[in-house]
């Protein structure tokens, strides 16, 4: 996809942050659906990782630097605290795989 590219290398380079990670973060929120695996957790929440990376990114970039009441306002503070909570959506998931495991009860042939 060449808006991913294009993003991808304008992130990386420092270049017009603003549209690149609102380009980005709308791929990631897009892909899933279509691709038609909303029903895939590990792939949504994997999604969900990203997009988490993505706002902090935004938020630390594009807000300004800062404590955020005066480099961004409340909004680059909300920004920064739905990255953070989004950022670990996969190992939630796989903490979340292993423990149901772990905790069903697996049959035996005796």
């Not at 990386?12 to 709308?26: E, F, N, P, S």
Request: charge should be positive.
């Amino acid at each position: 996809m060449p808006s991913q590219w294009i993003s991808s290398f304008c992130v990386i380079r420092l270049l017009k942050v603003d549209y690149a990670t609102k380009a980005l973060i709308g791929w990631s929120i897009a892909q899933p659906v279509l691709y038609g695996q909303l029903s895939n957790f590990e792939f949504v929440a994997e999604s969900l990782s990203i997009i988490g990376g993505l706002l902090m990114l935004r938020s630390s970039k594009v807000g300004g630097a800062g404590d955020g009441v005066k480099g961004g306002g409340v909004v680059n503070v909300r920004t920064h605290l739905v990255g953070r909570l989004l950022l670990p959506a996969m190992y939630v998931f796989y903490a979340g795989q292993f423990l149901f495991s772990a905790l069903t009860e697996e049959e035996t042939s005796r």
